[in-house]
């Protein structure tokens, strides 16, 4: 079975400009989970959904960053402008009834 | 309060030692799940175990083994005959059940080195 897919694994971009990171989770997984890991802060939650709806976006920084979720196979996370501080990995993950996250491989983003 | 400590921040043995990685963890649940990852450095997050809070079974999984001891609120993964492949950067994480509260809450991480 596929598992969590993620695009780009890599993005390297301007400052100011628009970076949107794409997810699709395992088929049958009902919640998907945006995850950032940066040196100084670990791994943090941006958003998660539950059947598509977003549950909690406590975790996402600021106005900049937008979660949307159109479809049970299809998420994206948007930064717009970006800033060298959005410098991160960010890992997908979806959730089984089981409560097991699997994540993806990530998207190593680069502001400069 | 959710929390989860990883208070080894690094280890480093040499291959075909065994090792623990320990992991406490805190919440007012009576209900929860307890998680491991392992982040290789190619940079993935695997999903390695899950464990309710109402079963303290310990688990064995070839050479991985986990100890969940509720008494002290542990949940230690160990490695027995490690190998060079298992360095990476393990993490523990706590599911707690409070209505609306799904997050996974993760532990530092301890970054485990097994030396050839």
């Known amino acids: 079975d596929a598992g969590v897919i993620q695009s780009p694994r890599h993005e390297v971009t301007e400052m100011g400009q628009e970076v949107t990171l794409r997810c699709k989770p395992i088929s049958g997984h009902n919640s998907l989970f945006w995850y950032r890991q940066t040196m100084m802060r670990g791994l943090e939650l941006l958003i998660y959904?539950?059947?598509?709806?977003?549950?909690?976006d406590s975790g996402m920084p600021e106005d900049r960053f937008s979660a949307k979720m159109p479809n049970a196979s299809f998420s994206t996370l948007k930064i717009q402008p970006s800033e060298p501080r959005d410098s991160a990995v960010y890992f997908c993950?979806?959730?089984?009834?089981?409560?097991?996250?699997?994540f993806g491989p990530g998207t190593r983003l680069t502001v400069t | 309060a959710q929390k989860v400590t990883q208070a080894q921040t690094e280890i480093s043995v040499v291959e075909k030692e065994d090792v623990t990685l320990d992991c406490v963890y805190e919440t007012r649940d009576t209900t929860y799940y307890l998680f491991w990852y392992k982040q290789p450095p190619s940079g993935e997050l695997v999903f390695l175990i899950r464990r309710n809070s109402f079963d303290e079974q310990n688990e064995i999984s070839g050479r991985y083994s986990w100890n969940f001891q509720k008494s002290t609120s542990s949940f230690n993964f160990t490695i027995t005959a490690s190998q060079v492949v298992d360095s990476a950067v393990y993490f523990c994480?706590?599911?707690?059940?409070?209505?609306?509260?799904?997050?996974?809450?993760f532990g530092q991480g301890t970054r485990l080195t097994i030396n050839p």
């Open positions: 993950a979806s959730r089984n009834r089981k409560y097991e996250q699997y």
């Open positions: 959904f539950n059947n598509n709806v977003p549950i909690d």
């Open positions: 994480a706590l599911r707690p059940t409070i209505q609306g509260a799904q997050k996974l809450v």
